[in-house]
């Protein structure tokens, strides 16, 4: 039975790849914006915009939009309902970052439900950028934040579910809920914000792959691998194995590529390519996906697979979601 991305995202393709230039579906707009990965992007930029519309800061807006990503949606992939690794753990992965070059991130943070207000907290109150694991919690609990149990039900499910064969096969925009013996490696939620100001800011949280080694960290808490952002260009952010925006330095590249005049799009497509050109075999087995925006409010995306979606938030509309152009087109899904 078609799952409801399944069905959101064959309905968007088919209506509106006709329509979108090669490469990229590009936005422009004046003033404020929100854009982020995947169609649990709508309501998180709804969040945000509840800041963002009122005239609020970028850096509150995708901070609101990532809290509710992490508690609000409850999905196997982001926050508190998030699966655990092989060993039964659920760590979480957040990072956030300032258009001025300010950020903070938390790694393998286990027992909070809000990992991206504690990587706010780094960025604020400490001279580091990113804590992991007991250092993680232990700060987090000097800021206030409660250690809690965070396996759910259908979590501890399917991970009983996944221990009878311990088999490990990431796979290409597979629902989770009903494959528990898949791990669904895309889910990440990235959000990147243009305030009134013109100041900028980005916020990627993840519950990472599901089934993962203990102490796997992905590219979400990676400042420039998972998420980067600047005032003078604009921001990227990645959503897909993580592995391998580790290996680009990925975000930043896109931000650079802008840089040097690409738009948001077409600096996706260039780092999408640089990964295929990398790692060609590989990039046949695994989804990688960018989202950009420049700081005059462009906005484009580019997948390594056909499936990618996201959600673009301004004052004319909040529930805009389209689909990514790719470097593969089979349907995968």
Not at 168 to 174: D, G, H, K, L
Not at 309 to 320: E, G, I, M, P
Request: with cysteine; proline share 4%; aromatic share 6%.
């Amino acid at each position: 039975m078609p799952s409801r991305r399944t069905f959101l995202q064959s309905s968007l393709l088919a209506a509106g790849a006709a329509a979108l230039p090669r490469g990229f579906a590009q936005i422009r707009a004046s003033g404020a914006k929100v854009v982020s990965t995947w169609d649990f992007g709508v309501p998180a930029n709804q969040a945000a915009w509840a800041v963002l519309g009122k005239g609020g800061s970028a850096i509150d807006a995708v901070e609101a939009g990532a809290r509710w990503a992490e508690t609000g949606q409850c999905n196997s992939t982001v926050g508190r309902c998030g699966y655990p690794d092989r060993d039964g753990h659920v760590t979480l992965d957040a990072s956030i970052m300032k258009g001025d070059g300010s950020c903070g991130a938390v790694a393998a943070i286990e027992g909070i439900d809000h990992p991206i207000s504690v990587a706010r907290k780094v960025m604020e109150k400490t001279p580091h950028v990113l804590l992991v694991a007991e250092g993680a919690q232990q700060f987090a609990v000097s800021e206030g934040f409660k250690v809690q149990d965070l396996r759910t039900p259908e979590a501890e499910k399917a991970w009983k579910a996944w221990l009878k064969t311990s088999k490990y096969q990431p796979e290409i925009n597979v629902e989770r809920r009903s494959l528990p013996g898949n791990s669904e490696n895309h889910d990440t939620i990235g959000m990147l914000a243009l305030d009134k100001e013109g100041r900028m800011a980005g916020a990627c949280t993840t519950s990472g792959m599901a089934w993962k080694m203990r102490g796997r960290v992905g590219d979400s808490p990676i400042i420039g691998a998972g998420l980067y952002v600047d005032d003078e260009v604009g921001g990227a952010t990645a959503s897909g194995v993580g592995e391998e925006m580790i290996r680009n330095a990925a975000s930043f590249l896109v931000v650079e590529l802008m840089r040097q005049g690409r738009s948001p799009a077409d600096a996706c497509r260039e780092a999408i390519e640089r990964v295929v050109h990398k790692r060609p075999a590989a990039s046949k087995e695994l989804q990688v996906c960018f989202l950009a925006m420049n700081k005059d409010g462009q906005v484009g995306a580019f997948a390594l697979h056909k499936g990618f979606v996201y959600a673009v938030c301004d004052a004319s509309k909040q529930d805009a979601l389209l689909p990514s152009q790719s470097i593969y087109t089979t349907d995968r899904t």
